[in-house]
């Protein structure tokens, strides 16, 4: 990187400005730092006024010296920059409670400052430092109050990832029929590596991006939060020599599905003040911490919904998994009888479901069992702000409890204004959201609870489509908690047991297990009436009582790629869920007696005769010191029993 920071220079300029002004030298530092003191994020400026960031945890550098900036259509905030104030350190207390999430409630501390700086100009740019024990994350702010419309051209925002840096990184799909949808593989990757592999043409990374760094002691997340109507969803730069990972704009092309206006660019433009979204950097010294992370959702807004005692979340039946070509009303009232069975809150009309409400009342034969209906839609149709207002109050006046809205395959911004308005109007009227073809989340389900879960995730459905999927699929069930599910929940569609074109390889217990693993505001159930009913007691009893969303959850065992092993509570139950990621044998060795207070037995579920089919379930009092060799690809499943 040319023209690296000078420290020294900095400091001694910023103490000789506050001095004139009476400020204290103590007050002159261009950083922040957790309440436990481990993590810090740093600014900085070079001779040219060029801006410079840095994260440390312990002192060990986390993200070396990394570019900040904006270049707009009316000033340049990338050089020539100066400090104009530094405000004081503040306390900032986020507490509240998540409908879905690794945990009910959250109550997190943080310490905050802010920089003002100037170009050559005078313009103003400010950057909200913060930091928490669970990592750092900055944001840019432009303060002027000017009721024209500002564009900007450029982020010059990076993230220097060290050398020997290793991650695990989804190419951004160029814009097309079904892309970008966050619906790549997470490949390993050396820091700096070009892409490869990936499923569909690329034009860079997504966020959430993982490294393990500082020499493979600290892990790190890149990612947003609390993106709004604004600004564009934002990726990472395909080109990441020298380990510079650069922040993109969606790209104007990205239009397919959408009645989006024809345009040379897709750059950012609001009138001022403008708040733009976090650059959120979650750290760890285990790769557990960062599954278990709410920055994402501690730096998002508020909930903008008051009254939220009518989001539940929940299980739900769906057809189209296992009849994807059956739009008959008998269908979909099979399935609706199939929730009730089970105990499901919820039961999904998928595509066609229109013509089969004419014909069969489907909506209706769902209402009377006691299932709340969801039902399926085009983005298009719900994109114009009368139009879906008018839809929304439509459905809820039919019975429908929630909609999934599919093929957004766009980040541009006025997709993102659409996205929180369709969470919006859809509150008013009581309807869940579930977004299909999508974007991927950024702190969304805090800000609008309805938002109960979202695609981006190379799902089940890949069975259909991907003949890789097969192959990888256990490996990707334990990287994307790490990844895509800290993002927001993750519609991932688990426990697809029927044999589709190309055939699962996972165990079944491993596919059960991803239902516990994923967090999801409602696990939408894959396959059919047939193998639900063949199932064991026990693993019917496991569907009916399965929670969507969990009151705690902790990190047993983690390594992205390879393994991950969770203790989850909801209410008085309490699990354990584990699955491998590799096509080896993994030995396990657990203190069942840690996690089982409270209670006098267990159940374990695991692979049976035929691992890709059955199981083997098995009732005993607790031990302290479980072995298990976790199968292959495979899975288990520990409940706790009173």
């Known amino acids: 990187m040319k023209n690296k920071p000078i420290y020294q220079t900095q400091i001694l300029f910023v103490a000789l400005t506050l001095l004139v002004t009476g400020c204290s030298v103590a007050d002159t530092s261009l950083s922040v730092k957790s309440k436990d003191g481990l993590n810090k994020i740093s600014l900085s400026l070079n001779e040219n006024g060029e801006l410079y960031y840095q994260v440390t945890r312990r002192d060990k550098i986390i993200i070396s010296d990394s570019p900040l900036g904006l270049t707009c259509d009316d000033h340049d905030f990338t050089s020539r920059l100066s400090v104009a104030e530094i405000s004081p350190v503040k306390e900032r207390r986020e507490k509240y409670e998540l409908k ?175 708040v733009m979204p976090w650059r959120v950097i979650i750290i760890g010294d ?125 980040d541009r911004q006025e997709v993102m204004a659409a996205l929180h308005s369709v969470f919006e109007d859809a509150a008013n009227e009581h309807l869940l959201v579930n977004l299909h073809g999508s974007t991927v989340p950024r702190g969304w389900h805090r800000t609008w609870p309805n938002f109960v879960t979202a695609e981006a995730i190379l799902g089940t459905e890949s069975y259909f489509y991907e003949p890789r999927f097969p192959d990888k699929a256990a490996e990707q069930n334990t990287v994307l908690p790490f990844t895509r599910n800290v993002a927001g929940p993750a519609d991932y569609t688990p426990f697809a047991l029927t044999m589709r074109k190309y055939p699962r390889v996972n165990t079944a217990v491993h596919e059960l297990a991803t239902a516990m693993t994923y967090t999801s505001g409602i696990i939408h159930f894959a396959d059919s009436k047939e193998v639900f009913d063949s199932l064991p007691v026990e693993v019917k009893d496991l569907l009916t009582d399965m929670p969507a969303t969990w009151d705690h959850t902790e990190s047993v065992m983690a390594e992205p790629g390879k393994l991950i092993v969770l203790s989850r509570q909801k209410d008085s139950l309490s699990y354990i869920v584990g699955i491998n990621g590799t096509k080896h044998e993994l030995p396990l060795e657990l203190d069942l007696a840690k996690y089982g207070k409270g209670f006098s037995k267990l159940r374990v579920i695991t692979e049976g005769a035929d691992p890709l089919m059955e199981f083997n379930i098995q009732t005993y009092p607790i031990v302290a010191d479980w072995s298990h060799r976790l199968a292959p690809k495979g899975g288990f499943i520990i409940q706790f029993i009173p």
């Open 286 to 410: 285990q790769a557990g911490d960062i599954l278990l992370s709410t920055l994402v959702t501690d730096l998002a807004p508020a909930s903008k919904i008051e009254d939220t005692s009518w989001i539940e979340p929940g299980s739900a039946s769906w057809s189209w998994w296992s009849h994807p070509d059956d739009h008959s009303p008998e269908i979909y009232n099979e399935f609706s009888d199939l929730a009730a069975s089970f105990g499901f809150e919820y039961t999904l009309f998928d595509a066609g479901w229109e013509k089969a409400n004419r014909e069969g009342k489907i909506i209706d034969h769902a209402v009377a069992k006691g299932i709340k209906p969801m039902v399926w839609g085009y983005s298009a149709n719900y994109f114009d702000s009368e139009e879906r207002k008018k839809r929304f109050k439509e459905l809820a006046d039919m019975g429908v409890k929630g909609v999934k809205i599919d093929f957004w395959c766009s």
């Open 100 to 274: 879905v999430g690794n945990y009910k409630e959250i109550d997190r501390l943080f310490e905050s400052r802010s920089i003002t700086l100037k170009n050559s100009q005078g313009a103003r740019i400010i950057l909200d430092l913060i930091a928490g024990n669970e990592g750092v994350a900055f944001r840019y702010r432009l303060p002027d109050v000017d009721k024209k419309t500002r564009v900007i051209k450029d982020e010059i925002t990076g993230f220097h990832i060290g050398k020997n840096a290793k991650g695990w990184l989804q190419p951004y799909n160029k814009a097309g029929d079904y892309t970008p949808g966050y619906e790549d593989f997470y490949l390993p990757v050396n820091s700096g590596d070009p892409i490869s592999n990936a499923r569909n043409p690329s034009v860079g990374w997504c966020m959430p991006a993982l490294f393990h760094v500082s020499d493979s002691k600290a892990w790190v997340l890149i990612a947003e939060s609390g993106t709004d109507g604004s600004y564009p969803g934002c990726h990472l730069q395909p080109d990441s020599e020298g380990g510079i990972y650069q922040v993109a704009f969606a790209k104007a092309d990205e239009k397919y599905t959408l009645p989006l206006a024809e345009k040379e660019n897709a750059y950012p433009a609001s009138n001022l003040p403008w």
